[in-house]
């Protein structure tokens, strides 16, 4: 199937894309493919040099007549997030991903693609390659690590980058010039509890949600997507107003930054609650498809009777926990008071786990106005101190301040409007774009974000829109044929 993928226009790009995705390339396990990026610089015999943490540096001097234009650096992350359904049989550090054509758009079958920020790197390959393609002296920056704590970004150090333009080719709408984003910190509660013994009074009942939309818990919070984790809870909640019940485990979420798409717990009800068990639940479950019909038409809840389990957390100790996880913010905190549509700040209630006398609470909260973000943590703190949670924060970023009046940005801006006919979306945006780390040792970059249109990213509906790959390809190299010339 990936070979119709290696067929696409353009085919320099799709080939490299091809390639890149038959490594498995997780978070914090990137070894092969900076390998493969390593073997790819020196196979073209290109000046290759990777940091301390695994950044790869690839140079390629400028085409013929490009000589005097300003050096630009083109930057992407080479991990990529990975989620599959339940149902996909797939194993992500030995396979490569499996692909195919969909109309016009590039999906994977039951897992997330790639895309994300696959199509960037794919792209600087070409460009590093291409023999035929105008372009100044370049330099194609590939960053680790970038989805579960921009460990790339951070540790990078000055004097590694030498170019005066920085282009980030990680946006997901390819009529978006992006040039500002929000920052982040990663926020984890644990706490402990004791067990109890459950003796055969209880029914032992295993709960599901599954089916949700999830998603960028950046760029998706805006839509109002149901969280897995919230959901859950929100059933619990409206269940121990009626009934006596103590919870076994629960494991809800994955990544911290995608909005969580199954829950499954484990409960113990008394066996004379059950009918009202049932009333509470079919009540509930009413509610919530009417609720996420749009946002998540495939949503499901299931419950089903399972072999007893012996131990659980006590009555008490289970209503503390759900209190504490219903009162955590999650979702929208506020909207930007000066740029219409944005989301200032957010939180995404990305884990929820509780087994054998441990309970743990982990999200990621995002916001581009610093004291925001930690008055935020500040509510997550306080929900979490109902079950004495310690709270730790890590992965603290900030965020990309806007320079709207930056040189490549108003070139850029110019050059949409010229080729496309109409005018590009200038703005900053919800994600954690690496733009603004490297910005901390490198400060006079001018820097711009954009990319072709990604949908469902950091989930396995995850896709890319072939034509728009071909639009945004073509505005790439038109842009590298306008960089100015050197001061």
Same mark, same amino acid.
């Given at each position: 199937m990936s070979k119709n993928v290696a067929a696409l226009e353009p085919q320099i790009m799709w080939k490299n894309f091809c390639d890149l995705n038959a490594v498995p390339r997780p978070s914090k396990k990137e070894e092969r493919v900076?390998?493969?990026?390593?073997?790819? +610089?020196?196979?073209?015999?290109?000046? @290759?040099?990777?940091?301390?943490?695994? #950044?790869?540096?690839?140079?390629?001097?400028? @085409?013929p007549g490009m000589e005097n234009r300003k050096k630009v650096t083109l930057q992407s992350h080479l991990d990529m997030v990975h989620q599959k359904n339940n149902d996909t049989v797939f194993d992500f550090d030995t396979e490569g991903i499996k692909m195919y054509v969909d109309c016009d758009w590039v999906k994977a079958e039951g897992t997330t693609l790639g895309s994300d920020n696959g199509i960037g790197v794919a792209s600087i390959m070409a460009l590093l390659e291409s023999t035929d393609i105008a372009h100044p002296e370049i330099e194609g920056f590939f960053t680790v690590d970038e989805e579960t704590g921009m460990t790339g970004a951070f540790e990078l150090k000055a004097g590694?980058?030498? =170019?005066?333009?920085?282009?980030?080719?990680?946006?997901?709408?390819?009529?978006?010039?992006?040039? +500002?984003? %929000? +920052?982040?910190? #990663?926020?984890?509660?644990?706490?402990?509890?004791?067990?109890?013994?459950?003796?055969?009074?209880?029914?032992?009942?295993?709960?599901?949600?599954?089916?949700?939309? =999830?998603?960028?818990?950046?760029?998706?919070?805006?839509?109002g997507l149901g969280n897995a984790n919230k959901l859950m809870n929100r059933f619990m909640h409206e269940l121990m107003e009626e009934v006596v019940f103590s919870i076994i485990e629960i494991e809800g979420g994955g990544l911290r930054n995608a909005i969580p798409r199954e829950s499954n717990a484990i409960i113990g009800v008394a066996k004379k609650d059950l009918e009202t068990f049932t009333?509470? !639940?079919?009540?509930?479950? %009413?509610?919530?498809?009417?609720?996420?019909?749009?946002?998540?038409? #495939?949503?499901?809840?299931?419950?089903?009777?399972?072999?007893?389990? /012996?131990?659980?957390a006590s009555v008490e100790s289970s209503r503390k926990f759900i209190t504490a996880v219903y009162a955590a913010p999650n979702?929208?905190?506020?909207? /930007?008071?000066?740029?219409?549509?944005?989301?200032?700040? /957010?939180?995404?209630?990305?884990?929820?786990?509780? !087994?054998? +006398?441990? %309970?743990?609470?982990?999200?990621?909260?995002?916001?581009?106005?610093?004291?925001?973000?930690?008055?935020?943590?500040?509510?997550? !703190? %306080?929900?979490l101190s109902i079950i004495d949670a310690k709270v730790t924060l890590d992965a603290d970023y900030p965020g990309w301040t806007p320079e709207p009046s930056s !040189?490549?940005?108003?070139?850029?801006?110019?050059?949409?409007?010229?080729?496309?006919?109409?005018?590009?979306?200038?703005?900053?945006c919800h994600a954690g774009l690496e733009c603004g780390i490297i910005g901390t040792n490198y400060p006079n970059l001018d820097m711009v974000s954009f990319g072709p249109n990604i949908r469902g990213a950091h989930s396995p509906d995850e896709k890319v829109q072939i034509s728009s790959v071909q639009k945004y390809w073509r505005f790439l190299l038109e842009t590298l044929k306008r960089i100015p010339l050197k001061d």
């Open positions: 900076i390998k493969f990026m390593q073997d790819f +610089g020196k196979k073209l015999g290109l000046p @290759t040099k990777t940091d301390a943490c695994g #950044n790869v540096l690839i140079t390629k001097p400028a @085409t590694f980058l030498e =170019g005066e333009i920085l282009l980030n080719l990680d946006t997901e709408d390819d009529d978006e010039l992006t040039i +500002g984003c %929000a +920052g982040g910190v #990663n926020v984890s509660g644990e706490a402990f509890y004791d067990e109890i013994e459950m003796n055969q009074n209880f029914e032992t009942i295993h709960l599901t949600v599954k089916g949700l939309s =999830g998603g960028h818990s950046g760029m998706d919070i805006i839509k009333k509470v !639940k079919d009540q509930f479950v %009413a509610e919530i498809l009417a609720e996420y019909k749009d946002t998540d038409p #495939n949503l499901t809840f299931v419950t089903e009777a399972i072999e007893h389990r /012996s131990k659980g979702g929208i905190y506020r909207m /930007s008071p000066t740029i219409e549509g944005l989301v200032q700040t /957010s939180n995404n209630l990305s884990q929820v786990r509780m !087994k054998e +006398g441990k %309970a743990e609470v982990l999200c990621l909260c995002r916001s581009s106005v610093d004291s925001e973000k930690h008055d935020e943590v500040r509510t997550i !703190k %306080a929900a !040189k490549i940005v108003a070139m850029m801006s110019d050059l949409y409007e010229e080729m496309f006919d109409q005018k590009a979306h200038v703005i900053a």
